[in-house]
């Protein structure tokens, strides 16, 4: 039994020991260390993942090797390639730890299924998918709009810990500025 | 009774015409004219949006008044500030008609009304909610790793429609490239 997956869930909404019991079976944990793969491109993707403990990067490399990332996961956040896990295609990014990780993950057939046989599930979903729309859109028109100096300052407010626990050439991967940059703007905190 | 939104609901999940009723009585219509606002920045934003007829644009003003393009709608699609709907905050942006426009709407405690009350529709909304992540997903993707040229194809092939019916401005603005790049690239297709 997954205390940390019990706690997420009733973050929206309460559950009975049964039902918690029904959703708990169909999840099947998995541990990685720190530089091993989750996902790789050209992979399909089956499962979602939901981190109980670590960190991990999802990232796209260009034809001339540079490396973007897309996403960082931690602690009760969920990660995949979502794309490829609901389209059914190959991922086109990589998934990779950047320290050791304890993982809890589901099919898609379970997912369907618990969301299916229970409408709190359903629920539960609708809203980190919204969640999840809100916290994208945000990232969007902060590489829309924003200069490095307030990328920089709305990544230290959104993700305080993040800052502690990666490091400055990730980071400024992550918000598309140089390392130098990064240096000159984290100085100034 | 609106066919458009029985349809769209339709193709997810199967509806009774009881069920449709149900849910078609806790929507609203609206109709707005070329160049209307439906949202304006620092309101409170209470409903989401379908889109019956006509196109939109989700736009975000800067400091220095340019304007960058968040987001098309158009036939089908579901608009609005969802960070402002969600989280119950003034928006940031505009929302704006591009064409005449005819819209249906739902405030937050109906939508999540149908969904308690219809597991049908939360499993609707669930759906929707991962396809439009997945759809941001990869407009980051784009913004951090595509080239100009890259872009333009990119919309050209996921939106063949928006493509003849928006100006080339207002394409540029939506790619963040200038508007005579877009020309030279769209002369070449």
Not at 6 to 34: A, G, Q
Not at 95 to 117: D, G, P
Request: hydrophobic share 40%; proline share 2%; charged share 25%.
């Amino acid at each position: 039994m997954s205390v940390e997956l019990r706690k997420h869930i009733e973050e929206i909404v309460p559950l009975t020991d049964e039902e918690f019991e029904f959703i708990n079976n169909h999840f099947k944990s998995k541990s990685l260390k720190k530089h091993q793969y989750l996902i790789q491109e050209d992979e399909l993707v089956k499962h979602i993942y939901f981190v109980i403990n670590g960190l991990l990067k999802a990232t796209f490399t260009d034809a001339n090797g540079k490396e973007y990332i897309i996403q960082f996961a931690m602690e009760n956040w969920w990660i995949s390639d979502f794309q490829a896990f609901y389209n059914n295609v190959k991922s086109i990014i990589n998934i990779s730890c950047l320290q050791n990780v304890e993982l809890l993950y589901i099919s898609k057939e379970n997912l369907n299924k618990i969301c299916s046989e229970s409408h709190k599930m359903e629920h539960f979903f609708r809203v980190k998918n919204s969640s999840g729309y809100v916290a994208l859109q945000q990232r969007i028109l902060s590489l829309l709009t924003n200069s490095p100096k307030e990328s920089f300052e709305q990544f230290s407010q959104q993700y305080p810990q993040l800052l502690q626990r990666v490091s400055k050439t990730i980071i400024a991967a992550y918000l598309g500025i140089s390392r130098e940059t990064l240096s000159r703007l984290s100085d100034k905190l």
